[in-house]
């Protein structure tokens, strides 16, 4: 990364930003932070056949945070003007008033934070957005609707949006170091309303990557447009069964967010040093069945949770939570693992440089087991089939969670049977996550538009292979 | 300025809207300060509409030549858009007229000015318990956290027809989260928040102590037979009901035939007794507002009067498409009248209900005899196409108008159009602190599964 590109987008020197950090620990702490962003994202919308809307918004500014022990000081200023960035430090070391000051940083806590992934690894912007005419990207949407309407003629809407952005990311600390980050996103989501004659029925598919307008290709099309339509014959032939505790198999894939949603957050070291997570003084027990990896992984080149940095300069990661079966790592940021004594794992991320970064989660999946789908489906005499979730929610604390199944087929003797919709999987994370007695063997990351919305909202993706629990409460008839 | 440059160079007409607010917030951590946040925010939104084309632009870069050059290319980029002559500026006729000063609805207090950091902090420390929390023989307490912030709004539009309205309020806030270890080992947490435009009117005290017993209430679920029953709704939660009918009355919702109440209007699909207006214009209430988001006026009117469906929420753009009347964007403060189905009151009661008379829980419960109480729903959804819907719930079952016991892995599934058809009664017990006034509320024949 060209530094001097990045300080020339923020108007500021290094002395400058040394003293900017002095000045936040005037009044004492142990840590000052900077961290400074310019935000341009663009978006188009596709509404009754044509692209009639479409928008441009840009986000400066620079957030500055002083800790002092765990707690936290934070301001922002919207420009780099000296006196407003000096005002915001001021504001942000009111945390440290009479405070005298404990467990210091070190360098070591970065030095031991891991392999630097090299932002050009990881989210090459080969075609930049910012380079990219409006004009050129309205047909990919048009082609788009064009194509899903082909594919089945109950398609009576198509909703396209094409959202894209590119953020320049500055870093600097008191401990002198800085770190920068060239941050692209591009996403695509179609929603489609069918009708039947009677009803109407919708369903949506998305992508999103870390990476420029590359992303449009025909191959993408393609695959949106064909997964837009997947399954709607079973949506309108699907009812709702009768509900009970029984037997559920999740999908590869999508059926992720339920390990983001029911265990991930429970793995975030805030909640953990707070005592607040059910995992909380649990490190380093058995959790699960032996066969069972769940990884947190800021690594994955162009994967919308991919982190070339974290939002506190920490280098990228693949971060083991459970390794085979044992409670491994939390996710940390620099507060969490300063308190726990261990490097931060590159879980520090932010919305934007309004908010203070806190252990958030970045793709996060279940490494792949030996079983095959198949098989795991012919074990089940009757149970549920789940290929796609949403609106999950999770009770930190006690581990509950419900989510809700878009779309999915009963099990009867070992094989999929009538679809079923409008219902809820109910349990328990760490229950559920003890009682999976089946991995198979096709582990696949969803690139769907996903956002975590932890206290402030930030791209993520997930994944799982085929998993059976053994029992869960199915809320139906 | 802004209009008078995006005009000379190429708009046909503009809006802008200008926003700037101010956010402190002291966040305690178990009785002590964890967290000091200062936010001042401002942001520019443009809304341009230029050779038969429209789009939307936002910058929160001030400077005379950045903004220039934004405008320019935001102009540039609109021009690329497909024409569509249904996006105009509200008729003039139809914008606020009387939103001048900001401060018409008295929801700012001046109060707010004098506020220093040492009186936040005394704020969130008087609003913690954490030091009087005895561990008791059912629980042990692991954390408090508890925030008070205060904040400023300011929002100015003004559009090339020669609309011009400002809207300022201030709010005020406490809230605390109690997490708990029963013990079994199984930790629970209870939130709650308080919130007024005026800090005098912030009661800060109790806010803990109404979080602990909502996490102490949790201890010792049971898993309770699924089956129909009447459930009875908490105020604080059942604004999660409300929401799919307004978002199913949204005209862009109708117009992209992705709404289960497309065709209904004027029509009488509800319950009889259920009547919601919207109360925008309530002095000093959150919520209220004189006019949307396009300048266009609000007005008090109702939004389902015994239980025909009477407005649709129709922006211009919507308008055009579906040649519907204009009416406001979106719901700004809407009300539910209380109210206890004739049938459904005991003999000796019928016929004796004033509007005056309370209607609260304890009175809800006792009407509905038994059922499920619910204090929190946990994911689910609801098919904006169909009205399906499935919700994990939390909550008590209730007997003889009494609660019995927590409970725990149930869902309650229907359809929202007979859901609020078998509503038989609605609270006069709204919080005043919520911008939708959505009190407790009893339906029949619910259907619970777990």
Wanted: hydrophobic share 35%; with cysteine; charged share 25%.
């Amino acid at each position: 990364m060209d530094k001097q590109y990045f300080l020339d987008i923020f108007n500021v020197t290094v002395p400058q930003m040394e003293r900017l950090t002095s000045t936040a620990l005037a009044r004492g702490g142990d840590w000052s932070d900077l961290y400074f962003e310019n935000t341009v994202y663009g978006d188009l919308l596709l509404k009754d056949g044509q692209v009639t809307s479409g928008g441009l918004h840009t986000d400066f500014g620079i957030g500055i945070r002083v800790l002092s022990g765990e707690k936290t000081g934070y301001a922002y200023s919207e420009n780099t003007a000296p006196e407003d960035m000096e005002d915001a430090a001021g504001a942000a070391s009111l945390i440290a008033s009479g405070y005298t000051g404990s467990r210091g940083f070190r360098r070591t806590d970065r030095e031991t934070a891991g392999k630097t992934c090299g932002s050009g690894l990881l989210y090459p912007e080969t075609e930049a957005w910012s380079l990219t005419q409006a004009s050129t990207l309205v047909p990919f949407l048009e082609k788009l609707q064009e194509r899903i309407m082909s594919l089945d003629n109950r398609v009576i809407k198509v909703i396209a949006r094409l959202s894209y952005s590119h953020s320049d990311i500055m870093m600097f600390n008191s401990c002198g170091e800085m770190a920068c980050d060239s941050r692209p996103m591009g996403s695509v989501t179609a929603s489609v309303i069918f009708s039947d004659g009677t009803r109407n029925e919708n369903k949506t598919a998305s992508r999103s990557f870390r990476c420029g307008a590359e992303l449009l290709s025909d191959s993408l099309l393609e695959e949106l447009a064909a997964e837009a339509v997947k399954g709607i014959d079973a949506r309108f032939g699907a009812r709702r069964p009768k509900g009970g505790r029984m037997p559920v198999v999740m999908g590869a894939g999508a059926s992720g967010i339920l390990l983001h949603e029911a265990m991930g957050h429970a793995f975030e070291a805030d909640f953990n040093r707070k005592g607040q997570s059910v995992f909380s003084g649990k490190m380093g027990q058995k959790v699960c069945d032996s066969s069972i990896s769940i990884v947190d992984d800021g690594t994955i080149p162009g994967n919308r949770g991919a982190c070339s940095y974290d939002d506190e300069g920490v280098p990228g990661q693949k971060t083991y939570m459970v390794k085979d079966g044992i409670l491994n790592s939390y996710l940390h940021d620099r507060i969490s693992a300063k308190w726990y004594g261990v490097s931060p794992t590159g879980n520090g991320r932010r919305e934007s440089f309004r908010y203070n970064p806190i252990p958030r989660m970045r793709a996060t999946y279940m490494e792949s087991g030996t079983a095959s789908p198949e098989d795991i489906i012919a074990s089940v005499r009757k149970g549920i089939y789940v290929d796609e979730f949403s609106n999950g929610q999770v009770k930190i604390g006690e581990g509950d969670f419900t989510f809700y199944v878009k779309s999915g087929y009963m099990i009867e003797d070992g094989k999929l049977t009538a679809p079923v919709k409008d219902i809820n999987i109910i349990g328990n994370g760490p229950q559920a996550l003890a009682d999976i007695v089946c991995v198979g063997n096709d582990m696949k990351i969803d690139n769907g538009t996903w956002t975590c919305g932890k206290e402030q909202s930030v791209p993520v993706s997930c994944g799982i292979p085929t998993v059976m629990v053994k029992s869960l409460t199915v809320g139906g008839e | 300025m802004c209009m008078e440059y995006g005009m000379s160079i190429g708009a046909s007409r503009m809006r802008v809207s200008l926003s700037k607010s101010i956010l402190d917030s002291f966040s305690l951590l178990n009785g002590e300060l964890d967290k000091v946040t200062h936010s001042a925010d401002r942001s520019l939104f443009l809304y341009i509409f230029a050779d038969g084309r429209y789009g939307t632009f936002s910058t929160n870069n001030f400077s005379h030549g950045q903004l220039r050059q934004f405008i320019a290319k935001a102009i540039d980029t609109v021009r690329m858009l497909a024409k569509d002559p249904c996006r105009k500026l509200p008729d003039p006729e139809r914008t606020a007229k009387d939103a001048l000063t900001g401060k018409e609805l008295k929801l700012y207090d001046s109060e707010y000015q004098d506020i220093t950091p040492e009186q936040r902090l005394k704020e969130a420390m008087d609003a913690s318990m954490f030091r009087t929390m005895e561990p008791t023989a059912e629980y042990t307490v692991i954390s408090e956290e508890c925030e008070y912030s205060d904040s400023v709004d300011d929002n100015i539009v003004m559009d090339t027809e020669g609309f011009c309205g400002r809207h300022t309020e201030t709010s005020f806030a406490i809230c605390s989260e109690v997490t708990i270890q029963d013990n079994g080992g199984r930790k629970l947490s209870g939130y709650w928040w308080e919130s007024s435009p005026f800090l005098s009117s912030l009661e800060t005290g109790g806010c803990s102590r109404t979080a602990l017993e909502k996490a102490a209430g949790k201890i010792g679920p049971k898993r309770h037979r699924g089956g129909s029953f009447r459930m009875v709704v908490d105020r604080s939660v059942s604004s999660r009901l409300a929401s799919p009918l307004f978002s199913a009355l949204n005209g862009t919702a109708i117009q992209q035939k992705n709404s289960f109440l497309d065709g209904t209007l004027g029509k009488k699909i509800f319950s009889e007794d259920l009547t919601i207006m919207d109360m925008a214009r309530t002095e000093g209430r959150p919520g209220s507002r004189l006019f949307d988001t396009e300048g266009v006026a609000t007005a008090d009117r109702p939004i389902i009067e015994n239980g025909s469906v009477k407005m649709y929420f129709i922006n211009t753009y919507i308008a055009g498409k579906t040649g519907m009347q204009p009416t406001v964007e979106g719901v700004s403060r809407p009300v539910i009248k209380p109210f206890i189905k004739e049938d459904a009151l005991p003999e000796k009661e019928k016929g004796c209900l004033s509007e005056e008379f309370e209607i609260n829980l304890p009175r809800i419960l006792r009407l509905c005899g038994s059922g499920i109480y619910v204090t929190g729903f946990n994911g689910g959804n609801c098919n904006p196409v169909t009205g399906d819907f499935s919700y994990g719930i939390e909550g008590f079952a209730f007997c003889n108008g009494k609660i019995t016991h927590p409970i725990r892995e149930m869902v309650v599934t229907g359809n929202m159009v007979s859901l609020w058809n078998s509503i038989i009664a609605a609270g006069s017990d709204a919080r005043e602190c919520t911008r939708w006034q959505i009190p407790t509320l009893a339906f029949d024949k619910a259907d619970f599964s777990a």
